[in-house]
Nanobody, 124 residues
Framework: QVQLVESGGGLVQAGGSLRLSCAAS????????MGWFRQAPGKEREFVAL???????YYRDVMKGRFTISRDNAKNTVYLQMNTLRPEDTAVYYC??????????????????WGQGTQVTVSS
């Protein structure tokens, strides 16, 4: 059974940092692009960042310079380091694996495997 399990969420003050982890099990995702998405209350889920199988990285503009995505294929794990957090970063953060091998893309319809989400709350 394929599973993606996020961890590392929590409550932090504005300006603080959190590191999210996404551990995959059931199969290797070393040849899949991995992404982070988030959904704030009352809003649609949105793309945050992705890292391709070859290490290519892409961020949503508002995250550039504050968030860093990385992966450890040996551990089948993806990370999202979030710095200088803002109240508007409050959301449930989801890890996802692109359905097909290789390739890149930030459209969530391309992602066939999803974690259950981890709550990030940033207080002002």
């Amino acid at each position: 059974q394929v599973q993606l399990v996020e961890s590392g969420g929590g409550l932090v003050q504005a300006g603080g940092s959190l590191r999210l982890s996404c551990a995959a099990s059931g199969r290797s995702f070393s040849r899949n692009t991995m992404g982070w998405f988030r959904q704030a209350p009352g809003k649609e889920r949105e793309f945050v960042a992705l890292i391709s199988w070859s290490g290519g990285i892409y961020y949503r503009d508002v995250m550039k310079g504050r968030f860093t995505i990385s992966r450890d294929n040996a551990k089948n794990t993806v990370y999202l380091q979030m710095n200088t957090l803002r109240p508007e970063d409050t959301a449930v953060y989801y890890c996802a694996a692109k359905r097909d091998l290789y390739g890149m893309g930030y459209n969530e319809e391309l992602y066939g495997y999803w974690g259950q989400g981890t709550q990030v709350t940033v207080s002002s």
